[in-house]
Nanobody, 116 residues
Framework: QVQLVESGGGFVQAGGSLRLSCVAS????????MGWYAQAPGKQRELVAT???????NYADSVNGRFTISRDNTKNTVYLQMNSLKPEDTAVYYC??????????WGQGTQVTVSS
């Protein structure tokens, strides 16, 4: 059974930081691309950041320079370090595990709320 369990969301003031974690089980984590996506109320889910199985990263323009995605294959965990948070970062953040033509899984999401 595949599980992606996110944690680390919460309430923070603008300018603050949060670190999200996603622990994966039931997949060959080291072979999986991992990603973080955000869905704000009334909006579509959007890519925030991805990291390939080889460690290459990609960021949405809106978070580039403020957020950092990383992975620890020994812990089957992907992280999202979120700095200089803005109210517009408020969303439910979802973890994704993807391997082309093989698997695509989502976590249950963790709420991030940034107050002005």
């Amino acid at each position: 059974q595949v599980q992606l369990v996110e944690s680390g969301g919460g309430f923070v003031q603008a300018g603050g930081s949060l670190r999200l974690s996603c622990v994966a089980s039931g997949i060959l984590f080291r072979l999986s691309a991992m990603g973080w996506y955000a869905q704000a109320p009334g909006k579509q889910r959007e890519l925030v950041a991805t990291i390939s199985s080889g460690g290459s990263t990609n960021y949405a323009d809106s978070v580039n320079g403020r957020f950092t995605i990383s992975r620890d294959n020994t812990k089957n965990t992907v992280y999202l370090q979120m700095n200089s948070l803005k109210p517009e970062d408020t969303a439910v953040y979802y973890c994704n595990a993807h391997r082309a033509s093989t698997w695509d899984y989502w976590g249950q999401g963790t709420q991030v709320t940034v107050s002005s």
